[in-house]
Every structure is written in structure tokens, then in C-alpha cells.
């Protein structure tokens, strides 16, 4: 089992939808909880970061975390195809780690006109 | 203000040579970490550091090694390349630990 899973995809939404992206996790004691955009040929963007369960709203990105469900969520309302990227989860997992980042393999959105 | 830049962009190199890559963290932060990039994947952590000092290490071998000086700019070296290891080399910086971390743009390493 990979520690964050993410589906490849691509996912396909229309312009102005919701584009629904999904992570899981292995590691019961992740404490933080990223979400990265990445560009074609460009380095990662963090876009979001959560702790708590629950939703966190920035703008059109909402991030959802269940830690009982080792699940984290990103929404991205009105969705345009300046959203098309890259869309990486990442987790600091619990005790013992200074700050290393486990990344997913990352979800690819399509958002078309 | 100065984001986390990197050097160079891109480079080739040859087989069993070896590459030194720099970073220069975002002002403000003091801890600097290194992932590499395959095509298609997600960033894999190499390692960390932290008032000079190795913290943490991620699954590659001592092939890799790194430095970080007492300005927090960090290099991270490669000896005998091989051709598994092109890929984007991510540099990251931070204050501290447990928070977001900002990348740089990433050297390109094109082992041939």
C-alpha cells in the first residue's frame, strides 16, 4: 500500500464545474495535510494546507479532511481551464518525522471551454 | 522579495559523472529540503536540512549527499550518475517544520 494514493486520471470537468480531487493516506497519525498545483514543466504551487478535520475554504478551493477515514479532499468551484494541472496531495505524517513530505503521485485535471 | 531559487535550470550529464545542484532558500527560512521528480510522479523526498545539519533522510543511497552553509543555502550532490537518476530536482524551503513549503523551480538532470 502506497502511503498517499491518488487517482492519475485524468479528470475531465467543463469549465464552471466542480472538480472533486481525492487523496488517501496509510499513516493514522499524519498531523498537516497539503494540496500542491503543478503546471506542465513547473514546480510545485501549494495551494492549500489543513490540520483539522472538517472543511477549509480559500477562495473557489475548498480542502476536506476525515482523519477517522485517512481522506483528504479538494474542491475547486467555477472551475477554468487556467485550473488545468497537476493536482499533488501531500502529508507530513506523525511522530518521528521533522518535516518530510509524502507526496501522492498526483491527479491530472482537464478543465475544457 | 526573493523566492526559493535554484541553479541551473537544466543540465546533462554524462554516465559516472558527478553534479553538484544549488539552492538559495526563500528569505526567512532556515530549513531547506531536497525531493527529486521522476516523470509522472509525485516529488520523492531525498533529505533535509537544518542548522547546517542533515535532519532527515529519505530511501536513496549515499550516492547522495548535501551540504547546507551557515547563509541556509543548501547544494545537493550526485556522484556516479546513473541514467535512473534524470529527473527534476526540487529544492524546498521553510521556517521550521510542519509547515507549507515553497519550491523552487527546479534543475532538470538529464543523465546520459
Known amino acids: 500500500q502506497k502511503e498517499v494514493e491518488q487517482n492519475s486520471g485524468p479528470l475531465s470537468v467543463p469549465e464552471g464545474a466542480i472538480a472533486s480531487l481525492n487523496c488517501t493516506y496509510s499513516?493514522?497519525?499524519?498531523?498537516?495535510f497539503f494540496w500542491y498545483r503543478q503546471y506542465s514543466g513547473k514546480s510545485p504551487e501549494l495551494i492549500m494546507f489543513?490540520?483539522?478535520?472538517g472543511d477549509k475554504e480559500d477562495g473557489r478551493f475548498t480542502a476536506q479532511l476525515n482523519k477517522a477515514s485517512q481522506y483528504v479532499s479538494l474542491l475547486i468551484r467555477d472551475s477554468q481551464p487556467s485550473d488545468s494541472a497537476t493536482y499533488l496531495c501531500?502529508?507530513?505524517?506523525?511522530?518521528?518525522?521533522?518535516?518530510?513530505?509524502?507526496f501522492g503521485q498526483g491527479t491530472t485535471l482537464q478543465v475544457k471551454p | 522579495d526573493a523566492g526559493v531559487t535554484q541553479s541551473p535550470t537544466h543540465l546533462i550529464k554524462t554516465r559516472g559523472q558527478q553534479v553538484t545542484l544549488r539552492c538559495s532558500p526563500k528569505?526567512?527560512?532556515?530549513?531547506v529540503s531536497w525531493y527529486q521528480q521522476a516523470l509522472g510522479q509525485g516529488p520523492q523526498f531525498i533529505f533535509q536540512?537544518?542548522?547546517?545539519?542533515?535532519?532527515q533522510r529519505g530511501n536513496f543511497p549515499d550516492r547522495f549527499s548535501g551540504h547546507q552553509f551557515p547563509n541556509y543555502s543548501s547544494e545537493l550532490n550526485v556522484n556516479a550518475l546513473l541514467l535512473g537518476d534524470s529527473a527534476l530536482y526540487l529544492c524546498?524551503?521553510?521556517?521550521?517544520?510542519?509547515?507549507?513549503?515553497?519550491f523552487g523551480s527546479g534543475t532538470r538532470l538529464t543523465v546520459v
Open positions: 524546498a524551503s521553510s521556517a521550521g517544520q510542519g509547515y507549507g513549503y515553497t
Open positions: 499513516d493514522r497519525g499524519s498531523q498537516s
Open positions: 489543513i490540520y483539522s478535520n
Open positions: 501531500a502529508v507530513l505524517p506523525g511522530s518521528g518525522n521533522t518535516g518530510k513530505l509524502i
Open positions: 528569505s526567512g527560512h532556515d530549513t
Open positions: 536540512y537544518y542548522e547546517e545539519e542533515e535532519r
